[in-house]
C-alpha cells in the first residue's frame, strides 16, 4: 500500500488548510481500515492526532486538535482529509496518514505533508 499525503503548506496562524491522503494498492480494500493522521515536529516524536474508523461513523482526536481538526474519508475514492481549521503555530510539523486505530503499519508510512503556521 501507498499512502501520499498533500495540501501542506505555510499559513498564517488562524488560517485553515485541508490535508488528503490518497491510498493506491491493489488488494486494498481501504474502506476495511480505520485510518489516522499523525504528525512529527523537529526534534520530537511522531504523534497521533486524529483517526476515523473504516465506515467513517466513528472519530476521535488528541486534545491538542479537538475542536480545530477534522478528520474524514471518501471511500469510494480511497483517500482520507483533514480539515484544519485555527491553525496554532504549535501546528507546525510533517503530517503522515496510516492505516490503523492505534496502531501504525511500518510499512506504510509515505513522504508526508508539511504544515507551516507562520506569520
Known amino acids: 500500500v501507498q499512502f501520499v499525503e498533500s495540501g501542506g503548506g505555510l499559513v498564517q496562524p488562524g488560517g485553515s488548510l485541508r490535508l488528503s491522503c490518497a491510498a493506491s494498492?491493489?488488494?486494498?480494500?481501504?474502506?476495511?481500515?480505520?485510518m489516522s493522521w499523525y504528525r512529527q515536529a523537529p526534534g520530537k516524536g511522531r504523534d497521533l492526532i486524529a483517526r476515523?474508523?473504516?465506515?467513517?461513523?466513528?472519530?476521535d482526536y488528541a486534545d491538542s486538535v479537538k475542536g480545530r481538526f477534522t478528520i474524514s474519508r471518501d471511500n469510494a475514492k480511497t483517500t482520507v482529509y483533514l480539515q484544519m481549521n485555527s491553525l496554532k503555530p504549535e501546528d507546525t510539523a510533517a503530517y503522515y496518514c496510516?492505516?490503523?486505530?492505534?496502531?501504525?503499519?511500518?510499512?506504510?508510512w509515505g513522504q508526508g505533508t508539511q504544515v507551516t503556521v507562520s506569520s
Open positions: 496510516n492505516t490503523g486505530w492505534s496502531t501504525p503499519n511500518r510499512n506504510y
Open positions: 494498492a491493489s488488494g486494498f480494500t481501504f474502506s476495511n481500515y480505520a
Open positions: 476515523i474508523s473504516g465506515g467513517g461513523g466513528s472519530t
